[in-house]
């Protein structure tokens, strides 16, 4: 299985320019790869170091990371991009587990219910 994940930088001639400061860095996921909302988990879980442009784009989501603070050099971005790529999938590999674990979750919860006398 093949991932599509490709890194652009950014400068403030190019697309982006429209944010102050201007320098980003674009990064394009597979959208039959990544999940849209494990993509916005992942925005929203760093968005203390990032601010996190999100966009579809045919088959794709493009991704493009700005840091939030003055002065953040590219060696930062560039570790900032693996968090976020790192990120990205623990989110992933989250909604999969609540996916897979439901069944026994609701189960669990059905059985508590059926115990405490809440239901007549």
């Not at 599509?4 to 320098?23: D, Q």
């Not at 601010?51 to 840091?67: F, R």
Request: net charge neutral.
């Amino acid at each position: 299985m093949s991932h599509m994940v490709r890194i652009h930088r950014i400068t403030a001639a190019g697309k982006g320019a429209e944010m102050a400061e201007g320098n980003g860095l674009s990064v394009t996921l597979d959208a039959q790869v990544y999940d849209l909302w494990a993509v916005h988990q992942a925005a929203y879980r760093l968005s203390d170091r990032l601010a996190i442009q999100v966009a579809i784009e045919g088959s794709t989501i493009q991704c493009t990371l700005y840091p939030v603070t003055e002065g953040t050099n590219s060696d930062s971005l560039l570790v900032a991009r693996a968090d976020f790529l790192r990120e990205v999938t623990d989110q992933m590999l989250r909604a999969r587990i609540r996916e897979v674990t439901e069944p026994v979750r609701n189960l669990i919860l059905a059985y508590t219910f059926s115990r405490s006398g809440l239901q007549k």
